[in-house]
């Protein structure tokens, strides 16, 4: 009898299997939304056996190269049309995998409160990287501000500007730094992720903004040799579920759109 209770956990132990270790997955983001986002489906992801572990960064290189040398399983936080630069820039091969959400650009000011506000000659800083510049380009033209030679290529550059009416003169600096920058100039055109982090409101503050339906979706992405993993493949389904799009209609209220 004094046997039992060491036969009894004996044959648990064969009968009853120790639970699984969670998978732990990594993924880089920027801070807003793509970081909030993240977080609020942690819960879901636990609950599948993945532990999801968010890599905050202030740029848009970084995740991409992390990813790319193995250092980092995926990324949130670019558009399609960043990734298709970057991966023909770099010699890449990152791959998109979900359609999440849309963060329309926005033209900002804190010197003009309109448009036709803006001074003849005013500085207007766009962001450099060549996929937001030709962006920023097309929605001034759709703000009347100019126009281009082409009207519909997404990768127009200053030298494609055909008309400027208003003599706007450019700078182009680093994405993240615009907000920065913004009391410095008399406008910049801002990636709703930088704005939002700097307390801007698209909806109430900007001069010009691109409509909801705009094809710069960002995207979930990994690499070729991990994108059908069983934990990332969780979290792409996490990221298109019902409970992330009522978040992100509720948290950002316009700002952020849900892209399915």
Do not use: C, W
């Not at 732990?24 to 819960?43: D, F, G, M, N, S």
């Not at 636990?46 to 193995?70: H, M, R």
């Not at 650009?105 to 996929?131: H, I």
């Not at 995207?219 to 992100?248: G, M, T, Y």
């Amino acid at each position: 009898m004094k046997r039992l209770p060491a036969l009894i956990a004996a044959l648990a132990a064969v009968l009853v299997p120790p639970l699984a270790a969670a998978e732990t997955l990594t993924v880089a983001a920027t801070a807003v939304p793509h970081a909030e986002i993240l977080e609020a489906v942690k819960p879901a992801l636990a609950a599948e056996g993945v532990e999801l572990k968010i890599k905050v960064f202030t740029d848009y290189v970084q995740p991409n190269v992390q990813v790319a040398e193995k250092r980092i399983d995926a990324n949130y936080f670019q558009t399609k049309q960043y990734l298709e630069e970057f991966n023909r820039n770099r010699g890449t091969h990152l791959v998109a995998l979900e359609d999440v959400h849309v963060e329309p650009l926005g033209l900002y000011s804190r010197k003009a409160k309109t448009l036709a506000e803006l001074a003849d000659g005013a500085n207007v800083a766009l962001p450099n990287d060549p996929s937001n510049t030709g962006r920023a380009l097309l929605l001034l033209q759709r703000a009347k501000l100019i126009t281009l030679k082409d009207p519909a290529n997404p990768v127009s550059t200053l030298k494609d500007v055909a008309t400027n009416p208003k003599n706007l003169t450019f700078r182009e600096l680093e994405a993240a730094t615009l907000p920065r920058v913004l009391g410095q100039v008399d406008a910049a055109v801002i990636n709703t992720n930088y704005a939002l982090d700097a307390k801007l409101d698209p909806s109430k503050d900007a001069l010009a903004i691109e409509d909801a339906d705009t094809p710069y979706v960002n995207v979930l992405v990994a690499r070729e040799d991990n994108k059908d993993a069983p934990a990332v493949k969780k979290l792409a389904a996490a990221l298109h579920s019902a409970a992330v799009k009522d978040f992100i209609k509720n948290k950002y209220r316009g700002a952020v759109v849900p892209a399915f």
